[in-house]
C-alpha cells in the first residue's frame, strides 16, 4: 500500500520513514519522489487542527492515503509557547537558528526550564475523513546547545532519562521522540484505520 507523507521538511521525511520501516506492506512516498503538492496554510489554533487539515487536503489532492503531522515545543514557563507557532517563531522567514536564538534571548534568564515537544499525527483519505493520533515527551531547555544530529529545536531539548539533548541520540530519538510516540499510535490502530 502506497502512502504519501505530507511535508516538505526532508528530515520529517527521514525520520518518519526510519520510524515506519518495520510496518510491512507499506510504502512511504513523499515530494522526494518527485511528487508536487500544494502549500496548505496551517491557520488551526491546535496542533490537531493543522494536522488534520494538512493530511486531508493533501490526500484529496492526490488521492491517496496521506499522513500529516504538525508538531511543536511547548514551554511551561511561556504558557506553551511557541506551541503551534514553533516553525515561524521568528517571524515570517524564520530559521532553525532564529527561532533557537529567539527563545534563548526570551528565556536567558528563566529558572523554569520545563517543555515538552507535541506531536499530532493524522492519516487523512480522499473522502474527507481523519484519524490523528498525539504524541508527546516531556524535557528541559539547555542554556546552549548540544549535538549536532537533531533540527529544529532539538539540540536545546534536554532528556533527563538519557542525560542527553534529542539532537545528540538521532537513533534513539526515533523511537522515544514525540513523532515516534504518534506514530506508534497511528502504527496499532493502522490496519483498523485503513479499513474502516
Given at each position: ?51 488534520a487539515k ?5 490526500a ?9 503531522d ?63 493520533f498525539r ?16 533540527f ?17 541520540m ?27
Open positions: 500500500m502506497k502512502i504519501f507523507l505530507a511535508t516538505g521538511n526532508k528530515h520529517k521525511i527521514d525520520e518518519i520513514k526510519a520510524i515506519f520501516s518495520n510496518v510491512e506492506d507499506v510504502e512511504i512516498l513523499s515530494i522526494k519522489d518527485g511528487i508536487e503538492i500544494p502549500e496548505v496554510i496551517e491557520d488551526g489554533e491546535t496542533f490537531e487542527e493543522n494536522s494538512k493530511a486531508v487536503e493533501i484529496k489532492y492526490t488521492g491517496m492515503i496521506t499522513i500529516a504538525d508538531s511543536g515545543l511547548c514551554v511551561e514557563a511561556l504558557n506553551g509557547a511557541p506551541g503551534v507557532y514553533s516553525a515561524r517563531y521568528s517571524g515570517e522567514n524564520a530559521t532553525d537558528e532564529s527561532n533557537n536564538q529567539k527563545l534563548m534571548e526570551v528565556m536567558k534568564d528563566v529558572k523554569n526550564r520545563r517543555c515538552h515537544f507535541v506531536s499530532v499525527v493524522t492519516l487523512g483519505k480522499p473522502d474527507g475523513r481523519s484519524y490523528s504524541g508527546e515527551i516531556e524535557g528541559e531547555l539547555l542554556y546552549e546547545p548540544k549535538g549536532k544530529d537533531g529544529g529545536y532539538d539540540p536545546y531539548f534536554y532528556v533527563a532519562e538519557y542525560k542527553m539533548s534529542l539532537a545528540e538521532p537513533e534513539i530519538k526515533n523511537k522515544i521522540s514525540h513523532r515516534a510516540n504518534a506514530l506508534k499510535k497511528l502504527e496499532k490502530e493502522l490496519k483498523t484505520v485503513l479499513a474502516d
